[in-house]
């Protein structure tokens, strides 16, 4: 691991190498439990184009940098990806969230595996596709995890859109009595 950085500095090193594909950044930190230790979450918001430099940037920065879990939204005319990471994971209070979202256009929302840097990411990238709809270009298990093989093809659970689950769904609170 290099020396630790201050999230300044952190989202500089992103910002110096990557200039205006750096859509975004803020920093929050909370106080939090009678030691007031602060927590520090950091938000990047990432070109697609950019995407896997950017996480290969954090292993620059963090030797073994933890991924937590990736999480997806569902945006109107976009899918949201974040991954969630902690760096300086395992030093108390020296922690820091690491937060990388990249936006995919609905009408091909393609992003590439980072199971070649993270193993662990497989289950997390496994769920957003059969989730989301998202394809995660050469992810090394392309099957069904989470959902039914008999599930119906070209439905998302958390898709809110025509590919959505809304024509499965009985809506009893519509139903007259």
Do not use: C
């Not at 007031?36 to 950017?54: G, P």
């Not at 963090?62 to 949201?80: F, N, Q, R, W």
């Not at 929302?109 to 840097?117: F, H, K, M, Q, S």
């Amino acid at each position: 691991m290099t020396e630790q950085l201050t999230p300044e500095k952190l989202v500089k090193s992103f910002k110096d190498e990557f200039k205006t594909k750096i859509k975004e950044s803020r920093i929050e930190k909370h106080i939090a439990g009678s030691k007031k230790t602060e927590f520090i979450h950091i938000w990047l918001k990432v070109d697609k184009s950019i995407f896997k430099n950017v996480i290969k940037h954090i292993f620059k920065l963090e030797k073994y940098p933890h991924l937590a879990v990736v999480s997806g939204y569902e945006m109107g005319k976009t899918i949201d990806l974040v991954y969630h990471f902690s760096i300086y994971y395992g030093e108390r209070a020296k922690e820091i969230s690491l937060n990388i979202t990249v936006e995919l256009p609905k009408p091909n929302p393609v992003i590439e595996t980072i199971t070649d840097l993270i193993p662990g990411a497989l289950i997390t990238e496994q769920e957003k596709q059969e989730m989301l709809g998202i394809k995660v270009k050469g992810i090394p298990k392309d099957e069904r995890v989470f959902i039914s093989d008999d599930f119906p093809k070209g439905i998302y659970p958390w898709r809110k859109d025509k590919t959505g689950p809304e024509k499965m769904v009985r809506n009893l609170h519509e139903v007259k009595k």
